[in-house]
């Protein structure tokens, strides 16, 4: 329970740095509409500032924006003109499928090579796998993106294209799947280094010799055994895991022209659409503290040897 | 006491510092995948230093008659839409890169000592409440951090290196806290402060030193996530703008158009920037290995 109050300040502490930020910008919309004309009247800039409720204090605007978003009210956008909520809700199952089937493609890949790799230590496999990951944690997450479009051009002669209504299941997951496997590949990489060291930890352990000393077989040694308390510290990284990805989602559904929540940001920042920006941050900041709190008490659930004190 | 001490911590690991080479050749039959990422830091730092005498074209100029060109003798790398050739805006683009990461590097590593030494050594409320604010950065996805801080301070050369060092305090911070408050308990702290010396000298004199090497370790890992995130802000519009050749810009959305057209526009510039990452990543893991004496095997 005091964890959980904790997430509140936290959150409420990053609602106050993100809005401070935001308030930083040089010009606001009102300024960026009248760029555009050319020519200023100063009553009717008043007027939209007013419209907008950028003339009152800094403090009343955050209060107003705080209370909208307990209630459910995010304002409106200042680009579509339509609630914050419209606009934003219809893009989180978008970006919720993507980053599941990235996260499921990260831990298929990452897991099982990470154990390969740290029971073949100093082979020439664990070199192989190391110098794969390492690349995957070095390349741009939007170059590796376009470097797939360029092979479907070269051997499809076509672009996956993201549609609205996908014919069918199997249409739908391989729309997702492409994408999803270019963030995945990312994390996967980060996923691979993390096992393969908590699973070199592991196998140097006593319990492990004795496993190996009664004669248990190889494959129960390194996935039983040592495997599920190597996972252990893997779990906690899922939460870091989920900024990553996220990460990797901001530029991957921009290069692959996906309507997500991710890509959205991007897009609002350039319109300089405060109510959307601060509220897509906030959701972004919502999810990560989110799935920090229940990785956190997923690991207390795990290892009883740690216990939060409440 | 004990600063960080390369040649120490070599010799630990068996090499032979007698003679400097010694210690590198050591290096590069103990590590072989460090040294080769010091090549490749190398030949970033060569590129950089060096951009006017490996090209003889300008970055900047542009050329009609070039445009789309595809590479060839004349153009190894081939040329943009403006007819800019690839190769020389790859060769100054290091500059830029280059700039912005060590910058962003410097300046957060900077800030993050500062507020890490503080935290650890002041400790009461300075601590918790800076703690708090760290934590709640962290809380936000780097890159996520580093597109409101571009956003909110405006394009600029400068302002993506504030963008990009900001979000990398906390990382910092918290690594030299927690040093700190472990090299305050040791003995020669404590002797320190026996013989009269005032607490901001041992913080600098004393326990700054000893904390150099996770330092060192987290600073390699950032240059190379600091290059990626300036890569991605350019790439997204938000980072460093014109006339900068910078590497991630050279790959904006508008390189999708290309994917198809023109793919050396696509693949050359995510080639430099994959190289001179991967290579801080090879060299990052060695010197893990050689100063985190636990790791070592």
């Keep these: 329970m005091r964890r959980f109050g904790l997430m509140v300040l936290t959150l409420f502490g990053i609602s106050i740095i993100i809005f401070m930020l935001l308030r930083l910008t040089p010009g606001n919309i009102a300024d960026i509409l ?11 800039k008043a007027r939209i500032e007013a419209d907008l409720g950028l003339d009152k204090p800094i403090p009343v605007q955050y209060v107003k924006w705080i209370s909208g978003l307990l209630s459910g009210d995010l304002g409106i956008s200042y680009q579509t003109e339509r609630p914050a909520i419209q606009e934003i809700a219809p893009r989180i199952p ?8 990235a996260l499921c493609f990260a831990v298929l890949i990452g897991v099982p090579f990470g154990v390969i790799s740290a029971v073949k230590q100093n082979t020439r496999l664990d070199y192989i796998l190391r110098v794969i990951s390492l690349t995957g944690l070095s390349m741009p997450a939007f170059w590796l993106g376009l470097l797939i479009l360029m092979g479907f051009v070269a051997y499809f002669g076509t672009i996956p294209i993201y549609s609205d209504a996908p014919t069918g299941f199997w249409n739908a997951l391989l729309m997702y799947s492409v994408p999803a496997a270019a963030v995945g590949f990312r994390s996967s990489a980060l996923l691979l280094r993390l096992t393969r060291s908590s699973m070199l930890d592991v196998l140097r352990q006593d319990y492990i010799r004795t496993a190996r000393s009664k004669g248990a077989p190889e494959v129960v040694i390194n996935y039983y055994h040592a495997l599920k308390n190597a996972l252990l510290p893997v779990v906690t990284v899922i939460g870091i895991e ?20 991710a890509r959205f940001l991007v897009e609002a920042v350039r319109w300089r659409d405060y109510p959307m920006v601060q509220n897509l941050v906030m959701f972004i900041a919502i999810v990560v503290v989110s799935i920090n709190f229940i990785v956190d008490m997923l690991y207390a659930a795990l290892d009883p040897r740690i216990k939060y004190s409440d | 006491m004990s600063t960080l001490d390369f040649n120490a911590e070599l010799a630990a690991a068996g090499a032979n510092v007698k003679s400097r080479w010694g210690a590198v050749r050591f290096f590069i039959r103990r590590y072989p995948l460090g040294a080769a990422g010091a090549v490749i830091i190398g030949i970033f730092l060569f590129a950089a230093a060096f951009a006017p005498f490996l090209t003889v074209y300008d970055p900047l100029s542009t050329n009609a008659a070039a445009s789309l060109a595809r590479p060839s003798a004349t153009h ?14 790859i060769m100054y683009g290091a500059r830029i890169s280059l700039e912005v990461s060590l910058g962003a590097m410097l300046l957060g590593s900077g800030i993050g000592v500062t507020v890490g030494l503080l935290s650890g050594y002041l400790l009461g409320w300075f601590d918790l409440i800076t703690q708090r604010i760290l934590e709640m950065m962290q809380a936000l996805p780097l890159l996520v951090l580093a597109i409101i801080m571009a956003a909110a301070l405006g394009p600029s050369l400068h302002n993506t290196i504030i963008a990009i060092a900001i979000p990398l305090v906390p990382y910092v911070a918290r690594v030299i806290r927690s040093s700190t408050l472990s090299l305050r308990e040791q003995p020669f702290v404590e002797a320190a402060k026996a013989i009269g010396m005032p607490e901001t000298r041992i913080a600098i004199r004393h326990v700054l030193p000893n904390t150099l090497s996770p330092l060192i370790v987290l600073a390699t890992a950032q240059l190379g996530s600091a290059i990626l995130v300036e890569a ?12 900068h050749p910078s590497w991630g810009r050279m790959l904006s959305e508008s390189a999708a158009e290309y994917v198809r057209t023109a793919p050396w526009l696509v693949i050359f510039p995510g080639l430099a920037i994959s190289f001179v990452v991967f290579g801080t990543n090879l060299l990052g893991d060695a010197l ?4 985190d004496p636990r790791q070592r095997s």
């Design chain 1, 94 to 101: 978008i970006t919720a499928r993507l980053a599941g089937l």
């Design chain 1, 34 to 44: 009248f760029d555009a004309g050319g020519f200023v009247d100063p009553a009717d």
């Design chain 2, 232 to 243: 991605t802000l350019s790439f997204l519009g938000l980072g460093v703008p014109e006339p």
């Design chain 1, 242 to 261: 989920a900024a990553f990805l996220l990460g990797g989602l901001i530029v991957t559904e921009t290069v692959f022209n996906i309507p997500g929540v």
């Design chain 2, 288 to 291: 893990r290995d050689l100063l």
């Design chain 2, 76 to 89: 190894w790398l081939g040329c943009d839409f403006m007819g800019r050739d690839v190769w020389a805006r």
